[in-house]
C-alpha cells in the first residue's frame, strides 16, 4: 500500500475541523474542471477554423505546385515532363497557371490587383462553384473573356456582375521603352468582364482576379508555353500519398504541397494555436494558486497528525509527501472533471453545432475539430501545474 497516497485520498474527503479549507478546495477543483474544460473547448474550436481555412485553401491550392527549380517566378512548361505525370496513375488532373500582380481600373477606381490565368480544365471543376457568391462560375461569355473577383476587392472597386462595364487590367511590355511623358503606352492592356464575384479567405479575397489563360499570357506578352507553376491534383491526396510522389518526382522537378505553397499562414496558425495553449495554461496557473492557499490551510490544520506520524516512525520527507499529493490530488480531479466536461461539449458540438454562428458565414454552427494530441498537452500542462504548485506550498511550509 502506498502510504502517503492512501492518508492523501482521506484528507482529500474528509471533512476539516475549519470550513473555509473545504470551501477552498472545491473552490481549487472548480477552478481546474473549468480551465480544463476552456483548454479543451478552446483549442478545438480553433482547430475547427484551421480546418475551415484549410479546406477554403485546398480549393483554391492544388495539391502539388509545380514551379521553376531555379527559383524564377515563371518559366517554360516541360512537355515531357507533364506527358508523364498525366500518365501516372496517381494523377486525376493536370492544370496550367500564369500568375502576377497587375494595374486594375474600373470605372473611375483603380488598385493594384493579384491576377491569374487559368487553363480550361478550370471551369470543369465543380468545387470551386460553392465559393461564388454572386454571379456564375465561368470564364467566357461566348467568345468574350470573363473574371472572377475576389469579394472584398470587388466591394473596394464596385464591381457588380450586373453591371456592362468592363475591367481593365495594365502589365507593363517587356519589349517596349518606358515614356515618362505616357507611361501608359508602355503597358499590355486586357479587358475583360467581371462574371462571378468569389470568397474563398480574406488575402485571397483583397487581391485576387482568374482570368483565362490566353488573357494573361496575352496581357504579360508569354512566349510558347510560359507558366508561373504547373497545378497537380492526386487521387489519394493524404500527406503520405504527397510527400511519396513529391520523392518521386524529386529529381526531375520541384513540387510544392500545400504546406509549402502557403508557408507564412501555415506557420502564423500554429504560432497562434500555441499562443492560445499558453495564455489559457497561464489562466489555469492563476487558478491553481487556490490550492497554495488550501494546502498551506490543511498543513497548519495536521501538523498534529504530522507530529504524530513522524513519532510513529515516518520520515519528514514522507509526510510532506501526502501533502504534495493531498494538493496534486485536488488538481487531478477538476482536471477528470474538466477533461470529461470539454471533451463531451466539444463533441456535441462537432457533431450537432449546438452554438450558431453569428451573421452570414461559411459555415451556421462554430466548427470544432477534437483532436486527441490537444486533450494529451491540456492534460500534461494541467498535471504540470498541479504539482508545481503543490511542491511550492508543502516545501514552504514543513521544510
Not at 51 to 64: H, K, T
Not at 106 to 125: H, I, M, N, P, T
Not at 261 to 282: C, D, G, N, S, W
Not at 361 to 382: E, S
Request: net charge neutral.
Amino acid at each position: 500500500m502506498n502510504v502517503p497516497l492512501f492518508i492523501a485520498g482521506r484528507y482529500l474527503f474528509a471533512r476539516k475541523s475549519h470550513n473555509v479549507i473545504n470551501v477552498i478546495s472545491a473552490i481549487s477543483a472548480v477552478g481546474m474542471a473549468i480551465g480544463t474544460a476552456a483548454l479543451v473547448l478552446i483549442l478545438s474550436v480553433y482547430n475547427g477554423f484551421d480546418n475551415l481555412v484549410e479546406q477554403n485553401m485546398g480549393d483554391m491550392s492544388p495539391d502539388l505546385l509545380l514551379v521553376a527549380g531555379d527559383g524564377s517566378a515563371r518559366f517554360q512548361a516541360d512537355s515531357a515532363l507533364v506527358d508523364r505525370l498525366l500518365d501516372d496513375g496517381r494523377v486525376t488532373s493536370v492544370r496550367y497557371m500564369l500568375e502576377d500582380n497587375v494595374f486594375l481600373t474600373y470605372g473611375e477606381k483603380q488598385c493594384l490587383a493579384r491576377a491569374r490565368g487559368v487553363d480550361e480544365s478550370f471551369e470543369q471543376s465543380e468545387v470551386f462553384v460553392k465559393h461564388i457568391i454572386e454571379g456564375t462560375f465561368r470564364l467566357h461569355k461566348g467568345d468574350v473573356p470573363a473574371a472572377l473577383v475576389g469579394s472584398t476587392l470587388a466591394r473596394k472597386m464596385g464591381i457588380h456582375t450586373r453591371f456592362v462595364d468592363p475591367m481593365l487590367l495594365y502589365y507593363p511590355d517587356r519589349e517596349a521603352r518606358i515614356s515618362a511623358s505616357n507611361p501608359m503606352a508602355s503597358t499590355r492592356s486586357a479587358r475583360v468582364f467581371p462574371a462571378g464575384i468569389m470568397s474563398i479567405s480574406s488575402d485571397v479575397d483583397a487581391e485576387l482576379i482568374i482570368v483565362p489563360l490566353h488573357v494573361m499570357r496575352s496581357l504579360m506578352g508569354s512566349r510558347g508555353e510560359e507558366v508561373s507553376g504547373i497545378e497537380i491534383m492526386l487521387a489519394d491526396n493524404s500527406k503520405r500519398a504527397v510527400r511519396r510522389f513529391q520523392k518521386d518526382y524529386s529529381s526531375d522537378c520541384k513540387l510544392l504541397d500545400r504546406y509549402q505553397q502557403h508557408p507564412t499562414l501555415f506557420k502564423m496558425m500554429r504560432y497562434e494555436k500555441l499562443a492560445v495553449f499558453l495564455i489559457l495554461l497561464f489562466v489555469v496557473m492563476i487558478v491553481a494558486l487556490n490550492i497554495y492557499g488550501s494546502l498551506s490551510m490543511l498543513i497548519i490544520e495536521k501538523a498534529d497528525d504530522a507530529a504524530t506520524l513522524q513519532a510513529m516512525g515516518a520520515t519528514e520527507s514522507m509526510t510532506r509527501r501526502i501533502f504534495v499529493l493531498e494538493g496534486w490530488l485536488i488538481s487531478l480531479l477538476g482536471m477528470a472533471i474538466g477533461v470529461v466536461a470539454g471533451v463531451g461539449l466539444a463533441l456535441l458540438q462537432q457533431h450537432f453545432g449546438l452554438v450558431k454562428m453569428p451573421g452570414n458565414f461559411l459555415v451556421d454552427a462554430y466548427p470544432v475539430v477534437l483532436k486527441l494530441q490537444d486533450v494529451v498537452f491540456t492534460v500534461l500542462g494541467v498535471s504540470a501545474i498541479g504539482l508545481t504548485v503543490s511542491l511550492l506550498s508543502s516545501g514552504k511550509k514543513t521544510a
